[in-house]
């Protein structure tokens, strides 16, 4: 006859206990789940920070008019648009409401519920990734790519305008999963195993997944995100001065040797970016007339716009001399309009921003909450410092658009959703006690 199979005793302490002192702990356990989602609920009910949103929303004003003073000589010339002058501004400005109400939404949203999407969302992520790159009989080689420039970096319906990078979703994608495994495993960030490691792999692996599309500007986007938010997440010191060696590194060979530019030669990449950035005005007239074109052009309108700028509107180069004046270089036209003064001025709007995000990101409630901004804060950062860059020469040309100003609807619309993630995190910073 079979044993009856015992109940394994419960302990406390290495304590046996009784069922009813069982029950009792069980019973004080919930109370204590309860009273712990209740603070929660309460906390997400907290005040939007309002210096980050009004930081924000004038950031995405100023560059709806700056979009649309930029995008409609195009917009008007082009027949495909129907010669639609507000065809650009109408659809950023349609992307803009939705992505307010999509802010708006997730920012009354407890953050600690994106835990539970952190692994979908990594998922998804190297899905769309990899449906991307899957090779194909198009004539760019791939199955589900869509080409614009020469690269086949999109996904969507073919011929039309609803296209999307899968880029933009991976960088959140990554925010999320990063921030909740980074804080699960905040006592394991200095292992090689299962702290560095594991997080390098994954981060390494979309890097190169994005890399292959190519879109070297996204994959520099991702990197950096991943890096820092596993600095922050308290990875060991060797690790950060390897990686700041070996950007150094990278810097020299791209500025003083032709390794790099050879190394883009190699795999048939538009090394040509490099000779360009080195001197854009230098070669023969075929090279300034179609290598070095765009640079040549950002260049006269930033030089063009002096102090104080041409006017709000008066910008000579967007009339069919600086190509995607509305995208990747619409910050040549905001100099040449606004001159020195208000481009400084959008810069130091941007900078508030980020600043006032890692104060944030400082204050928050908990290591989750902390890691969701950094990853944002750096997002935004990056993107700024790399488009500026771009568009001064100070970089190579790596086609990289202006957070709240370059068109593309997808892209603002994610980039507000980020925005609402940052307030929902900020809706339970405590409130500083009166001295």
């Known amino acids: ?37 209740q603070e929660a609920w309460e906390a997400a009910r907290g005040p939007l920070d309002m210096p980050f949103l009004l930081l924000a929303m004038l950031l995405l004003g100023i560059g709806l008019l700056m979009l649309f003073s930029a995008s409609f000589p195009d917009a008007q010339a082009s027949s495909r648009l129907g010669n639609d002058p507000f065809y650009f501004i109408r659809r950023q400005v349609i992307f803009a409401a939705l992505g307010v109400g999509l802010m708006l939404w997730v920012s009354k949203i407890n953050y600690e519920r994106f835990r539970g999407l952190a692994r979908l969302a990594l998922i998804v992520s190297f899905v769309l990734l990899i449906l991307v790159v899957i090779p194909g009989p198009k004539e760019n080689g791939r199955l589900l790519a869509i080409s614009a420039n020469g690269a086949a970096r999109w996904l969507g319906v073919p011929n039309t305008t609803l296209t999307f990078q899968p880029s933009d979703v991976a960088k959140l994608g990554l925010i999320v999963f990063f921030a909740e495994s980074i804080s699960k495993k905040r006592e394991k960030m200095k292992d090689l195993k299962e702290g560095f490691g594991y997080h390098i792999a994954i981060l390494l692996s979309m890097v190169l997944l994005t890399a292959i599309e190519p879109h070297f500007s996204g994959a520099i986007l991702i990197a950096g995100i991943g890096a820092a938010m596993m600095v922050v997440g308290g990875i060991h010191w060797g690790w950060i001065v390897a990686g700041v060696s070996g950007l150094g590194f990278a810097s020299y060979l791209l500025a003083f040797t032709d390794v790099i530019e050879n190394f883009f030669k190699a795999i048939k990449y538009n090394a040509s970016r490099i000779a360009v ?23 006269y309108a930033v030089g063009s716009g002096g102090l104080l700028g041409v006017g709000f509107g008066k910008s000579r180069q967007k009339f069919g001399f600086l190509p995607e004046a509305q995208n990747d270089y619409i910050f040549a036209i905001v100099l040449e309009e606004l001159g020195l003064a208000g481009g400084t001025m959008i810069m130091v709007l941007f900078a508030l921003l980020i600043i006032r995000g890692f104060w944030l990101a400082i204050h928050a409630r908990d290591r989750f909450g902390s890691l969701l901004i950094v990853g944002v804060t750096t997002q935004i950062a990056l993107q700024t410092f790399l488009n500026i860059a771009v568009v001064t020469n100070l970089i190579p040309s790596t086609g990289i658009s202006l957070p709240f100003f370059s068109s593309g609807g997808t892209a603002l619309v994610i980039q507000l959703v980020e925005i609402g993630i940052v307030l929902s995190v900020s809706r339970q910073i405590p409130a500083p006690k009166a001295s």
Not at 9 to 35: F, I
Not at 277 to 299: C, H, M, N, V
């Open 1 to 37: 006859m079979a044993q009856k199979k015992q109940r394994p005793v419960r302990t406390r302490n290495g304590v046996p206990l009784t069922r009813d002192e069982y029950r009792q702990m069980k019973r004080a356990k919930e109370r204590e789940d309860r009273r712990k989602r």
């Open 277 to 299: 950035w080195k001197d854009p005005f230098g070669g023969d007239i075929e090279f300034r007339r179609d290598e070095a074109y765009q640079t040549i052009q950002s260049l």
